[in-house]
């Protein structure tokens, strides 16, 4: 009897790297929050450290709970105003 198979049977899709910007001064940056316990705390002092060491500019922005995707509208607010987004879990 087979429980769990975790076996993928689809082909998955290729994916690619975005590319890496040459230097992050003076750019904005996104941090996105997936709504993990602590995620938020680490992702501010994040930003705090990345935007005075880089001068960048800071925008966090995030999900209200860890069980909720990001919205296509939020992803595309948050990219048209940044050139680079970082995101992270906590736990």
């Given at each position: 009897m087979i429980v769990l198979n975790p076996a993928?049977?689809?082909t998955p899709l290729e994916a690619?790297?975005?590319p890496?910007?040459?230097?992050l001064a003076g750019l904005t940056v996104g941090f996105l929050d997936?709504?993990?316990p602590m995620a938020d705390v680490f992702l501010q002092e994040l930003a705090e450290v990345m935007a005075r060491r880089?001068?960048?500019?800071?925008i966090l922005d995030g999900k209200p709970d860890p069980s909720r995707v990001v919205t296509p509208g939020q992803l595309t607010s948050l990219a048209s105003r940044c050139h680079?987004?970082?995101?992270g879990i906590g736990d």
């Open positions: 993928l049977e689809s690619r790297l975005a890496r910007p040459v230097s997936n709504g993990k880089y001068r960048l500019e800071a680079a987004i970082v995101t």
